[in-house]
């Protein structure tokens, strides 16, 4: 039996849903979608209230998702207008820099105004409904300034990590075809400096980016930056005398809201298109219930709005629902090792979310850093991103809460805008290292690889079979790849690329990527990537990238690389190649393991055996399974040999 921990009946006393709120809403929920979420539609203002609820086909050759699509309102009126009657004095935000000394909040009437003057400024540089907006820039207030001033005047932003490099965001920009960037100076992380502008001026010389015409840029270092005129703005001169006076344009439930770019297996990542009624619906409804939220919650999220969490639970769904927010521009190790815990008790936070990776990175450090501080304001703490390890699980449940809070482990996606497998915290017993059971409408299946769904305990790969109102609506730009990256492994049904287990009590187990997709630290990598970036060395002849265990970032990069005849490799050139890899992608994808392979193991049809690296990458080389189907059994041989984790 695994560890088991029963709701606590004082937490559940007073919480918002219950185990029979959760059985009776869960069963209503998927019987009868329609009539559950228009329900749960009248949680936003609608400018036009919706009557039609669902419309969905998850048929590969007519594939369309709509919800509430007669219904018209505008996401950042509900983010930010509806709340000032009420709670235009309340903390939106609070914002706690790098450096500790770095502290400034706004109130939900001050965000409403900065927001209403930015959607100004951007109509007036000449952006308009429809228009894609990039925003490249730290976890600054405002980001979400921006993001909210896009919604309001209904144009479609694109975050792009801070991370990222100058050639991963000029393929974003050309993708989106964005008119305007915004974008800050320099960014600042654990005392280092990032030169995002600089990052800007050099994606720009890229082919393909010449939509871009204004940056507009916001100091945050003061470092020092080059300014092409008529292109570059400062976007403190653009606010001065802005009014903050902006109406919110009326948008159709279905017009897109954003883009967010994410990798796959294959080929270039896409740009994950969310709109704005079933989104802000979703995100806003998961938002409360999963943290159990209430009026006077301080909640942090401790993810960057370059990620899809950053999106849903930093900006729209916590601000969609009128709750104070932190916002951290720094890292869990800066100034030192009792940072998040000190941001804890500064701020007094309630709700708590972070990941595996930071959970285990701290872990290491011991208790010490985390006892010396007092944490008596946390009531639920949150996880996102990977599988957590029940040791990760059970240190963050007994030494961060106090054996006090119920820790939330959310199973979701960037493509599933909200949570899909989630604890309620008052309703639903924990298992470390299960995300529970499915979030209200949600409707999760395990088939084995002929599709065929399996019943009770068993295992296989995690599909969703109805659709939710957070669903991405298409690839933007190319809605045949949406039908087939999701739609055609298992006609019927979204394919999620996760696999599953679900135990003998209903709880579903996430066990990770079935795809060629690494998920390193919680954000996805995709193989296909790597090895492109790798095979642009001249000297590099073929190169196959596979996932290996990670004592901290769950998963590592492992690189098997072919030189070309004549070349031999070397240290030297390893660190070349890893090199090249940060510059062309980022430093997350950059591989932790590199090594030489005088051939790749493939198939007589000449297609690399990925299965029999990952089993020499992940240490266990007597369980490669069959290599009867190998073109040249031998060249296994000598990989087993050289190969790095041992
Ligand atoms: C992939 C999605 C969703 C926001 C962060 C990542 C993995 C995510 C969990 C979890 C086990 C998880 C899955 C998923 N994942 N949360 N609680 N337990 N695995 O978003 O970059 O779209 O990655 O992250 O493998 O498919 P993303």
């Keep these: 039996m695994s560890d088991f921990h029963p709701v606590d009946p004082a937490f559940a006393a007073t919480a918002r849903i219950r185990k029979d709120d959760y059985e009776r809403m869960y069963a209503r929920s998927v019987q009868d979608p329609e009539g559950f979420w228009k329900d749960m539609s009248a949680r936003l203002d609608w400018i036009v209230p919706p009557t039609k609820i669902k419309n969905v086909s998850f048929d590969p050759a007519d594939l369309y998702i709509r919800w ?30 790098d450096d500790p000394g770095e ?16 959607a100004n400024t951007l109509k007036n540089l000449g952006i308009a409904k429809g228009d894609r907006v990039v925003i490249y820039l730290p976890m600054i207030p405002e980001a979400a300034v921006a993001m909210l001033a896009c919604a309001r005047i209904g144009a479609v932003h694109s975050v792009v990590f801070g991370g990222f490099s100058p050639d991963s965001l000029a393929s974003r920009i050309a993708d989106s075809g964005a008119k305007l960037i915004v974008t800050a100076d320099e960014g600042c992380r654990g005392g280092k400096k990032i030169p995002l502008k600089a990052n800007v001026d050099e994606s720009l010389t890229r082919p393909r980016t010449n939509s871009v015409e204004t940056v507009v840029v916001v100091r945050r270092t003061g470092g020092a930056v080059q300014f092409q005129s008529p292109r570059d703005r400062w976007y403190h001169t653009l606010m001065e005398g802005q009014s903050a006076v902006c109406e919110p344009e009326a948008m159709n439930a279905e017009d897109p809201l954003f883009t967010l770019y994410t990798s796959g297996s294959t080929g270039q990542p896409k740009g994950v298109l969310h709109t704005s009624g079933g989104y802000l619906v979703y995100t806003s409804l998961t938002h409360e219930l999963a943290f ?22 930093v900006v729209y769904g916590p601000l969609a629902n009128g709750s104070t927010v932190v916002m ?7 100034p030192d090792y009792s940072r998040f815990w000190q941001v804890v008790d500064k701020h007094k936070v309630t709700l708590f979310y972070t990941a595996p990776t930071a959970i285990r990175a701290l872990m290491r450090e011991g208790e010490e850093p985390v006892r010396k501080t007092s944490r008596k304001t946390l009531r639920v703490l949150g996880t996102v991103g990977e599988p957590i390890n029940p040791e990760a699980w059970n240190w963050y449940y007994r ?21 899909m497998i989630t604890p309620l915290p008052g309703a639903i017993g924990l298992k470390p290292g299960s995300a529970t059971f499915p979030f209200f409408g949600v409707k999760p299946a395990i088939v084995d690889t002929d599709g065929k769904p399996q019943e009770g305990e068993c295992s296989g790969n995690l599909v969703i079979t109805d659709s939710w109102p957070g669903q991405m609506r298409t690839v933007y730009g190319d ?14 049904n979204y394919f999620t690329g996760d696999g599953a287990r679900r135990d003998a009590d209903g709880y579903y187990w996430i066990t990770g990527r079935v795809d060629d997709v690494i998920n390193v630290s919680g954000h996805r990598i995709g193989t296909a990537e790597v090895e492109s970036a790798l095979v642009a060395h001249p000297k590099v002849a073929e190169a196959a990238v596979v996932g290996c265990p990670h004592d901290i970032k769950g998963q590592g990069i492992y690189a098997f690389v072919t030189l070309v005849a004549g070349e031999t490799g070397s240290e030297a050139l390893s660190k070349e190649l890893i090199a090249g890899v940060r510059k062309e992608i980022g430093p997350i994808a950059a591989p ?29 080389p007597d369980q490669l399974g069959d290599v009867s189907t190998l073109a040249d059994p031998g060249v296994v041989k000598n990989l087993v040999e050289e190969r790095l984790i041992k």
């Design 68 to 97: 509430f699509e007669d219904g018209q309102l505008n996401v950042s009126a509900n983010c930010l207008d509806r709340h000032l009657a009420k709670r235009g004095d309340k903390t939106a935000i609070i914002f706690e820099g």
């Design 103 to 118: 502290t400034r909040s706004l109130t939900y009437r001050e965000l409403h105004a900065e927001v209403c003057k930015f």
């Design 292 to 313: 159990d939220l209430r009026e006077d919650d301080i909640y942090w999220c401790t993810a960057d709005v370059g990620w899809v969490t950053g999106h849903s639970y």
């Design 328 to 334: 951290f521009d720094g890292v869990p190790n800066y």
């Design 399 to 419: 030494v961060v809460g106090d054996e006090r809070c119920p820790v939330v482990d959310t199973w979701w996606q960037t493509e599933t805008g909200g949570f």
């Design 479 to 492: 809605h045949q790849r949406f039908v087939d990256t999701y739609f055609k492994t298992y006609p019927g």
């Design 592 to 620: 932790d393991y590199l090594q030489w392979a005088p051939s790749l193991p493939k198939t007589r049809s000449g297609k690399i055996m990925r299965r029999i690296l990952r089993k020499i990458a992940e240490n266990q």
